[in-house]
Nanobody
Framework: QVQLVESGGGLVQAGASLRLSCAAS????????MGWFRQAPGKEREFVAS???????NFADSVKGRFTISRDNAKTTVYLQMNSLKPEDTAVYYC??????????WGQGTQVTVSS
């Protein structure tokens, strides 16, 4: 199995940057693609970004040009660099991994709050 632990969330002002980390442990040899999702209060969870085993990336239109996704050389930690943050980026951010099915393993989430 795979365990995912997110970190790096916090309270920032609009225009600031944050970097979220997702550290994976356990059977990490096959857990791609990995992705970041978010859920704002009263809204459904939505896709933010993903990265494949070979490094291909995808982003939601709402974060293109502001967010980047990357990983370490060991491919066990995935990062979400968030720049030019907006109040509408406020949400709980979740990391997810693909082990048996698409995004079947999830972290506990980290809160990101952007004040105006």
């Amino acid at each position: 199995q795979v365990q995912l632990v997110e970190s790096g969330g916090g309270l920032v002002q609009a225009g600031a940057s944050l970097r979220l980390s997702c550290a994976a442990s356990g059977h990490t040899s096959n857990m791609y693609p990995m992705g970041w999702f978010r859920q704002a209060p009263g809204k459904e969870r939505e896709f933010v970004a993903s990265i494949s085993y070979v490094g291909n990336t995808n982003f939601a239109d709402s974060v293109k040009g502001r967010f980047t996704i990357s990983r370490d050389n060991a491919k066990t930690t995935v990062y979400l660099q968030m720049n030019s943050l907006k109040p509408e980026d406020t949400a709980v951010y979740y990391c997810a991994a693909t082990v048996f099915r698409s995004y079947d393993y999830w972290g506990q989430g980290t809160q990101v709050t952007v004040s105006s």
